[in-house]
């Protein structure tokens, strides 16, 4: 067989293929990235916030070098019914402990940083042009990639195109997700200076807030809210299951649950007076550990969102650590395949023990049942809420007539739900977390 033109193409340069392309290059490997973005990020969203552990394995001094917008430190989790919030607000030192840290980005910046370290290290990009096929030898095995007119070739093919990946369904035969598992991301940036932000915020110089929101912003329906701080801009946005954005019945699009969160009365003085600069949208899979479809083939591996690897909690979003941390497997793996002259799936198999050894893997285990017990939990994001401000009004509000104890203020409110019913629900979330 003729020589292929590469060691290995990388398809995509978000998190994971930038990431791969790097460790390849960095070994001394000729690698092509194709990427169908003008530059890379130019396509790419998040929330978003990336927790550093798996980026200081890759780049030890990224602090210094990547283009991080705040260390967050502050965390926010609200409850909202359509007039009240009830929040869990936390700052605390080990937030900002190294290992431990957050940092919110804006992928267009940090995506171009993430490529030039791979070009520095030696990789090749080819930009504004997608993958369409991956192409296989007569025994089925994937020996690189169509892109337009071009056919090019490599040992080993790294699909890393993020979410819902034709090719990993038309070439490689894994199953399509199903609309239960894919959620729809709406995001608006509006700048904001940083001294505001700050002073907004309650957050030192520098630093920054992360929030996730419940019920009100979604309509009561699963999905929730987000808010990141950067530099000086703020990140907001919800995240909606595809069967709700889909469904005609539903009366509120999602660009309307968007505008109706932005006048919620505890969202509105965040963003008062802030500029709308950008708005986006993107797909989020968030089926969990039953959406990982095969990620090692004969020639190729799949790496980050293409593989299914992200997860909602509700409390951590995750996706872009998970992305780093599977394109640095990814490319590790097939640089002991080509030094060992075997790029077959046998081969290239030290990635998929690498990933089932790792944090990756075992995080979308342990909390497999989650994405179910949300989508079957409909109290959370209606009568939670609710329920949650009842509390909160009966203990905060002073009107002058005697008070009763708390505990007959409280159990009128809980008992109205249920006392059995309620605490089974708890019992079963807690479990799945
Ligand atoms: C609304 C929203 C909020 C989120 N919030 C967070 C958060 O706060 N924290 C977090 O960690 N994660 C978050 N995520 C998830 C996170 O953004 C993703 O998990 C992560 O970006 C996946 O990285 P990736 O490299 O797999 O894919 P991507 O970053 O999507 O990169 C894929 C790349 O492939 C390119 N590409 C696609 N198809 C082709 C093709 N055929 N040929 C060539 N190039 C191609 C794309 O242009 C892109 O550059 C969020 C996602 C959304 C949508």
Redesign the pocket.
Known sequence: MAEADFDAIV???????AVAAYELAKAGKSVLV????NF????????????SHSLKKVFPDFEQEAPLERKITHERMAFMDPESQMAIDFTSPELAEEAKDSYSVL?APF?QWLASKAEDAGAEYIYG????ELLKDERGKVVGVR?GEDEITAEVTIV????NS??CERSLGNPRPKPSQMAV???QVFELPAAQIEDRFLVPEGEGAAMLFVGDCTHGNVGGG?L?TNKDSISL?L?ATISLAADGANETPVYQMLEDFKNHPAVAPIIRGAKLVEHSG???PEGGYDMVPRYVFDGALV????AG??MNMGYQ???????VAS?QMAGLAAVKALNAGDTSASGLSSYKTAMEDSFVIKDLETFRRWPHVMEGWSNMFTDYPVMAREIFNALFSVDGEPQKPLARRMMPIVKKRGLLKLAGEVRKAVKSL
Do not use: P, Q, W
């Open positions: 398809v995509g340069s978000g998190c994971a293929g194709v990427e169908r973005g890379a990020g130019a396509k790419n969203m998040t929330g978003g916030r990336i927790y992928r995506d042009i997608a993958v369409e892109a890393a195109e993020g979410v034709l090719l991301g709406i995001k987000f990141y946005g995240v993107h797909m989020v790496a980050g969102e293409s690897l992200c979003v995750r996706g872009m650590d998970f992305a394109g």
